[in-house]
C-alpha cells in the first residue's frame, strides 16, 4: 500500500540507448535500500511535482542502488522530459520503496519474455535473476532500431554463452515489428509467459494467451490496454452512489456514478498516493475493510480480485452502497 517516501541521491545518469537514459539511485543517508524482486518498481517523485513509475533494472542481488531507465516519450506529459531535459547527476529526489505487480515465478519451469522498446526494463531484472537460479529463459525483444535497444550488448553477450535465447527484431531492419502472436503460439505449455510493451503488443499478447492457463501468463501494463473489459459487469448492476468511508479518521464521501474515488477524495483535501490513474500501476492501492469493489484495474491479479481485501481507488468504484478502506 501507500508507504513512506525514501530520499536518494541520483549517482549518475548514463545514455543506454538512443532516446533510452538510466539513472542510479542510492540512499542519500547511504544505508542500503529495500530489498526488491526483479519485476519491481518504484514511483518517482519528480520536483516538477508529477509522480511516475519506472521500473528497477538492476540486479535484485543489490541493496546499494536502485537502477531505472527512462525512454524519451514523444506524447511526454513531464515525466520522462523531465528526466531527459534536466541535469539531474546530484540532485536528491523522493520515491516510494518498490512493488511487484509482475513478479518471477522461481518454480522451474521455463519463461518466454517478450518485450517492446522500454518494456525490456522488469524483463532485464528478470534476465539476471533467472541467470542467477539456472531457470530457463528465451527473449524476444522489438526495438525501433539497433540503437535505440537497450541492454544490447550484455543481451548479446548472455546470447554468446547460449546462442538462440536472445531473439532481436529491429524493426527498421525487419521491416516488420516483432510478431508476438508467432511466438505466443509456439511457446510450450509449460513455460511461463511474461509480456511487457506498447499497448497494441500487449492486447495482441492478451488475445493469444487467452486460454493458456492464467497462473502462467503475466502481463505488464504501462498504460490501460486499449481492448479489456476487466472488471466488466453492467453498470445498471452498480449503485448510483456509494458512499466511502476511510476507516479511523470518521471520514466517509460520497461517490456518483462516473466519479474516482481518488478524485472525491482530492476534492475533499484528503491525500491519496497514486501516479498512473489509469489503474496500471498499483500505487493507489488501498486495504479494503467492508463493501465489495467493482474492480476496474489491470494491475491486480484474478485472485485478487476475488478476494476484495485491496482496490485501486483511481478507478475502481464499488458493486455496494458502502466501502471501508483503509489509507496509510
Ligand atoms: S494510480 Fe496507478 S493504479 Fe491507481
Redo the contacts with the bound molecule.
Keep these: 500500500m501507500n508507504s513512506a517516501l525514501i530520499d536518494v541521491v541520483v549517482k549518475s545518469v548514463t545514455e543506454l540507448a538512443q532516446g533510452i537514459r538510466a539513472f542510479e539511485l542510492h540512499a542519500a543517508d547511504g544505508d542500503d535500500l529495500p530489498a526488491f524482486t526483479a519485476g519491481s518498481h518504484i514511483d518517482v517523485h519528480l520536483p516538477n511535482g508529477l509522480v511516475r513509475?519506472y521500473s528497477l533494472v538492476n540486479s535484485q542481488a543489490e541493496r546499494h542502488r536502485y537502477v531505472i531507465a527512462v525512454s524519451l516519450d514523444a506524447h511526454s506529459t513531464g515525466g520522462s522530459k523531465y528526466l531527459h531535459e534536466n541535469d539531474l547527476e546530484g540532485a536528491t529526489l523522493k520515491i516510494s520503496a518498490p512493488r511487484n505487480n509482475f513478479a518471477l515465478v522461481e518454480d522451474g519451469a521455463p519463461k518466454i519474455l517478450i518485450a517492446g522498446g522500454i518494456g525490456i526494463t522488469p524483463l532485464y531484472a528478470m534476465i539476471q535473476r533467472l541467470e542467477e537460479i539456472g531457470d530457463l529463459w528465451m527473449l524476444f525483444y522489438g526495438a525501433r532500431s539497433r540503437e535505440a535497444a537497450a541492454f544490447r550488448e550484455e543481451l548479446e553477450a548472455l546470447n554468446e554463452k547460449q546462442p538462440g535465447r536472445v531473439n532481436f527484431n529491429f524493426d527498421d531492419e525487419a521491416g516488420q515489428m516483432l510478431d508476438v502472436t508467432s511466438i505466443a503460439v509456439r511457446a510450450p505449455l509449460e513455460a511461463h509467459l511474461y509480456c511487457c510493451g506498447p499497448a497494441p503488443m500487449l492486447d495482441a499478447f492478451n488475445m493469444i494467451t487467452a486460454n493458456r492457463m492464467p497462473d502462467m501468463v503475466h502481463i505488464e501494463y504501462f498504460t490501460a490496454p486499449t481492448t479489456d473489459n476487466a472488471g466488466e459487469i453492467d453498470d445498471a448492476d452498480l449503485p448510483e452512489t456509494f458512499t466511502v468511508e476511510i476507516a479511523g479518521t470518521g471520514k466517509s464521501f460520497e461517490v456518483k456514478k462516473g466519479q474516482s474515488i481518488?478524485g472525491v477524495l482530492m476534492q475533499n483535501g484528503v491525500y491519496a498516493a497514486?501516479?498512473?490513474?489509469?489503474?496500471?500501476?498499483?500505487?493507489?492501492?488501498v486495504q479494503v475493510l467492508e463493501g465489495i469493489p467493482d474492480h476496474k484495474?489491470f494491475?491486480l491479479s484474478d485472485r485478487e480480485h476475488a478476494a476484495n481485501q485491496m482496490m485501486?481507488?483511481?478507478?475502481s468504484g464499488s458493486k455496494t452502497d458502502k466501502l471501508v478502506i483503509e489509507l496509510d
Design positions: 513509475n481518488l497514486s501516479s498512473c490513474q489509469e489503474g496500471c500501476c498499483g500505487t493507489c492501492v484495474d494491475v485501486t481507488i483511481c478507478v
